[in-house]
């Protein structure tokens, strides 16, 4: 299957040729005890592909190690251990998620080394299709926020 390279925030995603970018955002969110405190505000980049199909893949990605506001509760059907890139992760299936009744596959990824912290789901996708876009995603060199957005960087046939 064709798959495109996009460079989105801090990670180089691996995504099936037919998804597209429907919706980004960049967005600096104030916080008060912060750990650390990155000049009192924490900034969050959003970025969200879907194909004909209706599948859906979304990312958020913040500079610190947790989100600065919550995004609702979640709840879980199934757990399992993943991998983006050679980093190991949970996944899970949930019956709730970000506190409305829904299933999406998700996982969260935490980089300590940069002081940064992502949370990906995807909606209408299989099991196998989610861990393959993880697996085959990369940690990316590191930019400052400024610098993250979600821009496709080179295709790959498969």
Do not use: Y
């Amino acid at each position: 299957m064709a798959e495109v390279s996009w460079i989105a925030a801090g990670l180089l995603l691996m995504l099936p040729a037919d998804m597209t970018l429907v919706n980004q955002s960049r967005e600096r969110i104030p916080v008060l005890g912060l750990n650390p405190p990155v000049m009192g505000h924490a900034d969050e980049v959003f970025c969200s592909w879907s194909d004909p199909q209706g599948r859906e893949f979304h990312l958020f990605w913040w500079n610190s190690l947790q989100p600065p506001v919550p995004k609702g509760p979640a709840s879980f059907t199934e757990e399992w251990n993943g991998m983006i890139g050679d980093r190991k992760v949970r996944v899970a299936r949930t019956d709730m998620f970000m506190g409305q009744k829904q299933e999406v596959l998700a996982t969260w990824l935490t980089l300590e080394e940069r002081q940064s912290s992502a949370m990906m789901f995807a909606r209408g996708a299989s099991r196998q299709a989610f861990e393959q876009i993880l697996k085959a995603s990369q940690i990316a060199e590191a930019r400052p926020a400024s610098a993250m957005s979600c821009e496709p960087a080179s295709p790959r046939l498969q």
